[in-house]
C-alpha cells in the first residue's frame, strides 16, 4: 500500500499540531519561535502533497509557494530571534509570563 | 512511493518534533528541532520535490537552527530555573487536532493515490521563477533585505 493524499494531511495536521502545543505551553520565547516554524513547515507539506497529488500545472505552483514560503519563515526566524536578544538585554529575561509591562 | 520509507520518516519526524517541543533543555531541542526539519525535507524528496527537500536543509538545518543556537548562547543565565509549562495548550492542540482529522476524514477524494511519476528540474523551477513568478521574487528579496537590516538594528548596542 502507497501512501494516499490524505496520509500525508494528516502527518501535516499531527505536525501543525505539535508545534501549536511548543507555542502556547512552553514559556521560553525561543521555543515559541520554534512552534511557529514548525507550523510553517507543516503548511509547506501541505503545498507539496497537494502539488504531488493534483493535476501539476505547468508552472509548479505549490513548489513555488513552499519555496517563497521558505524565505518568508526565515526572515520571520531572523527577526524574532532578534527581538528575543533584545527583550533579554532589557528585562534580563526570556520568560514570556514575566514580560507583562502592557497588561491592563 | 515507498510506504517503507514513509513510516520510517513519519515516525522519525513526529519523535523529533514532539522531542523539540517536550525536551526542557534548550539546546537538547533546539538539535531535535534540526532533526524534525531534516525530517520535513525526507518528505520533499519522497514526494519528488528534490530541490524544495534540499532548500529546506540549506535554510532551517544550516542557518535557522545555527541561529537559535547563538540566541540561546547570547540568552542563557545559569541561575534562571526553567520555566513552567501550561497544560492547557495540550487542550487546545488536541482539540485543533481532532478537528483537522474530522475534516480529512470528512472530505472526498483525498483518498486518492499519486500520478505514476512526476519530473521537477531545477530548470523549470528557474524558468518559472525569472517568468511567472518574478515580482514574488522582487518582492521576497525586498522583504528579505530589510527583515535583515531590522534585525541587525534591533540588536545594536544603545549608545548611552
Not at chain 2, 13 to 29: C, D, N, R
Not at chain 2, 126 to 145: F, K
Request: hydrophobic share 60%; glycine share 8%.
Amino acid at each position: 500500500m502507497t501512501p494516499m493524499l490524505s496520509t500525508f494531511l494528516l502527518l501535516s495536521a499531527a505536525l501543525f499540531c505539535i508545534g501549536l502545543l511548543a507555542a502556547l505551553s512552553r514559556r521560553h520565547a525561543i521555543f515559541i519561535l520554534i512552534g511557529i516554524e514548525m507550523m510553517l513547515a507543516a503548511a509547506g507539506l501541505n503545498f507539496i502533497a497537494f502539488w504531488r497529488f493534483g493535476p501539476q500545472p505547468a508552472p509548479p505552483t505549490g513548489v513555488m509557494v513552499t519555496i517563497f514560503a521558505i524565505a518568508i519563515a526565515a526572515a520571520e526566524a531572523a527577526v524574532g530571534l532578534a527581538l528575543v536578544i533584545a527583550v533579554y538585554r532589557h528585562y534580563r529575561t526570556t520568560n514570556v509570563d514575566q514580560i507583562d509591562q502592557l497588561k491592563g | 512511493m515507498n510506504s517503507v520509507a514513509f513510516i520510517a520518516l513519519a515516525v522519525f519526524t513526529l519523535a523529533a518534533a514532539l522531542a523539540a517541543a517536550l525536551l526542557p533543555k534548550l539546546v537538547h531541542a533546539a538539535l531535535c528541532f534540526a532533526a524534525a526539519f531534516v525530517g520535513v525535507a525526507g518528505f520533499y524528496f519522497l514526494l519528488g520535490a528534490e530541490f524544495v527537500g534540499l532548500v529546506q536543509i540549506f535554510v532551517y538545518v544550516g542557518a535557522v537552527a545555527v541561529l537559535i543556537v547563538f540566541t540561546i548562547l547570547l540568552t542563557r543565565r545559569e541561575t534562571e530555573r526553567e520555566p513552567g509549562f501550561h497544560w492547557s495548550g495540550l487542550l487546545v492542540a488536541g482539540a485543533v487536532f481532532a478537528g483537522l482529522v474530522w475534516a480529512i476524514v470528512k472530505t472526498g477524494g483525498l483518498n486518492r493515490a499519486a500520478p505514476p511519476s512526476v519530473t521537477l528540474t531545477v530548470r523549470q523551477i528557474g524558468e518559472a521563477l525569472m517568468t511567472d513568478y518574478v515580482w514574488p521574487l522582487q518582492c521576497v528579496g525586498l522583504v528579505l533585505t530589510a527583515a535583515l537590516i531590522g534585525a541587525l538594528v534591533l540588536v545594536m548596542e544603545e549608545k548611552r
